[in-house]
């Protein structure tokens, strides 16, 4: 299981020797892993500061949490089809969770235990909210360029009624610069095709004799050209619509369609450059969305690209890590150590709060071998530290100060100091 409970007890000997019969009822009855959470020792200071980081710790401990999943999600967003691949790019220090939950080992580097605990929270509070800023930064210009993308690409789907004709048509296939005559494009159903060929240079006067000609086809019909002179295009129009046949409204701009090869061929660069995964590679038959096109196959120039098959297919194929993904991996594992870090300053605090001074408690990790067994393992817990019942409510008269969260009738409320670890949620 991918969940942890992070407890303490008081480290006197009657509580050790409790802390020994848990350990010898949970592994003879396979309940859970236990190991010691080592957590230093800070400096306390008064247990009214200690009352206020208790609360400034909670709302920590959610927003670092929050925080860890949204960059979850977003390495599984930038890794697309390679999802199943997301957990091996989940690490925390170079190794998977667990194994970095297991064995944690407080950093004295990066966030002294001699300095004032505020100092302490201070710090993580500062980093967390510098990775959230950043992560908001990033995704946001990530998700605008997958979303031009995305508006190129969709033109680039569908039917011949629909999609766009830049990358079907050619230059070849219309008369340009005349000021009479005037290339058309008309969709003709498949079973027309005949018809059409019959009837075309009858459907107006001043249509060019023979100047039809297939040039694409999907599975509903043909796009075909014909040339007639501009005089007559409305009653061109009219009778092709009479016989179900249809003009599509499409001039060729060579500078039009220059300019949206060269838009779409910049994005799928900046996407690939930028944004792409060690492990999704632009390959053939792997596209960032969903192939939802329709097969439409150009005619008579075979040097021109199929247009049922997407740009990004088209692209050369190649690897490399992008910066978006490495930056995730990165600060995934820094927001992650940190996390951790303030469940154990949260452990620290309660337990002083809890146990009191001076300060002595041992803090203990469980690791659920299975979900049926967290009631059992729950019930034993609370039957071997019963007796610290009286002691925590003994400890809070003889403060006369409110420790949050501890209320004897709740049902929440647990006679040691207890926090959920959940890795789960980032599956």
Known sequence: MSEFWLISAPGDQENLQALERMNTVTSKSNLSYNTKFSIPDFKVGTLDSLVGLSD??????????????????????????????????????????????????????????????????????????????????????????????????????????????????????FVLGSEYLITLLVIVPKPSYTKWQKTYESLSDMVVPRSTKLIAEDNEGGLFTVTLFRKVIEDFKTKARENKFTVREFYYDEKEIKREREEMS?????????YQTSCVALKKGSSTFPDRKVKVTPLGNPARPAAGQTDRERESEGEGEGPLLRWLKVNFS?????????????????????????????????????????????????????????????????????????????QDYFPYVYFHIDLSLLD
């Open 56 to 173: 400034e710790l909670g709302k920590l401990d959610t927003f670092a949490e929050s925080l860890i999943k949204k960059m979850a999600q977003s390495v599984v967003e930038v890794m697309e089809d390679a999802k199943g691949k997301v957990p091996e790019n989940l690490l925390a220090n170079g190794v998977d969770l667990p194994s970095f939950v297991t064995h944690f080992e407080w950093d004295m580097a990066k966030y002294p235990a001699k300095q004032p605990l505020v100092s302490v929270v201070d710090t993580l509070a500062k980093q967390l909210a510098q990775i959230e800023t950043d992560l908001k930064s990033r995704t946001a210009t990530y998700n605008t360029l997958k979303t031009n993308l995305e508006n190129l690409e969709k033109k680039s789907m569908g039917n011949l009624f629909t999609r766009t004709l830049s990358n079907i048509v050619s230059k070849e296939d």
């Open 334 to 410: 820094e927001a992650f150590i940190a996390w951790i870090h303030i469940k154990a300053l949260r452990v620290f605090v309660e337990s002083v709060l809890r146990y009191g001074l001076p300060v002595n408690f041992q803090a203990v990790l469980l690791q659920p071998h299975k979900k049926s067994s967290t009631k059992r393992l729950r019930e034993v817990l609370n039957s071997v530290f019963r007796h610290l019942d009286q002691v925590a409510a003994a400890s809070i008269l003889d403060a006369s100060v409110e420790i949050p969260g501890l209320q004897l009738n709740n």
């Open 266 to 274: 910049r994005l799928l660069s900046d996407k690939k450059q930028q």
